[in-house]
């Protein structure tokens, strides 16, 4: 069997604080927590787990834990302020540094180039709908090539672009928070042609022994029932949450059905001549964030087809059974499903798990700070078992990521809801393993 890496992740925004330090710039995530009501508590990223400042005491806590390897992501405002120009040779100082202290602990670093802290002025200058965007994210990725991949050998371009896309300019949830249909089409297609152009400008200044990938956010789309519309509306959630994303990377074809879906209201892919064949550059490894499967319904609450604006109906409707505090589906058996499934319709591509974990309502039980979270052990050991046993049914996988390291900054929920392995009590900045981390590494150790 191919060697198997075990990790814990992190992101920029989630973790860093530091926002103005070093010269980085307001990214829109910045921005973003400044609109009232768009993150929860009124909370944002200014201090988030001051990782900036904390950062060896941080890397020895990884060390800790026993892991292979560590995934984090570079904050594009810090090395490259405003997302265009020169480096910031200050902001990228960081990552070196980073990136050094982890190799002297023995850990592997795993770079994540955009994990959606874009600069603000790009998106002033019409963000990721905007063509010029993914010239920019190339450029921006050989900044962090040159300096880091002496030592860096692996790199995943982008973090999930459904959600840069479909969270942040479709339903608005996210940074940017725009709601337009046709701009987050746009920004599907900008996103991986970003990734295209980065990997090819990476692949040609690279080494044999250097991997390139994407992490994309992956679930399983089932009709809630056997009726046609239920099906009809899985098969559209599965195209435009997966396969808009694996077909043009691996095919380099947007898939047929949803060329015509967007037809239908307007809308189409702005491909030029010869995007494709950019997106579709090999890569090395597929990263597969999951963290639940999800049923569909093609009729609204009152038995409607159509929405208000005349567009099928695609009703999330949570399969019935235990849930996370996020009010996600626990589901590991649908994990192993999707990991077969990629194995089957997208062959050759080795997977990494990039993310999976959960959010709980954790107690502290005593003055040190510790959680005995016995519902994430138990997701974490459920899920560590979807995929190991997917890989014993023959898919590529050659790697789990816990997310996350520590509790951190969960986007438009803000602080109150904790993904970390390792608790963070944010007034005194204190890190407490949980007992979920504790077992995490003796299975490690197993
Ligand atoms: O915290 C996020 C992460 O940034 C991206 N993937 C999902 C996680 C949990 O919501």
Redesign the pocket.
Known sequence: MKPFKWGVAT?SY?IEGAVAEDGRTPSIWDTFCQVPGAVAGGDNGDVACDHYHRMPEDVALIKSLGVDTYRFSVAWPRVQPGGTGPVNPAGLAFYDRLTDELLASGIDPWVTLY??DLPQELEDAGGWPNRDTAYRFADYAMLVFDKLSDRVTNWTTL??PW?SAWLGYHVGVHAPGRQDHDASIAAVHHLLLGHGLATQRMKAAATPDHSFGITL?MGTADPATDSEADREAARRADGMGLRIYLDPLRKGTYPRDMVDDLAARGTAFPVQDGDLAIISTPFEVLGV?F?FGQDFSGTDEHGALLDAAGHPVVRDVKPAGPRTA?GWPITPDRFTRLLLRLHRDYPGLPLVIT?N?A?FDDTVIDETGFVTDDDRTAYLSEHIAAVLAARDQGADIRGYFA??LMD?F??AEGYAKR?GIVHVDYKTQKRTPKQSALWFRDMITR
């Open positions: 992101s989630q994990h959606w973090n999930e959600c956010n964030n963290y996020m993310e974990g959010a997310w996350s951190n969960e986007w993904f």
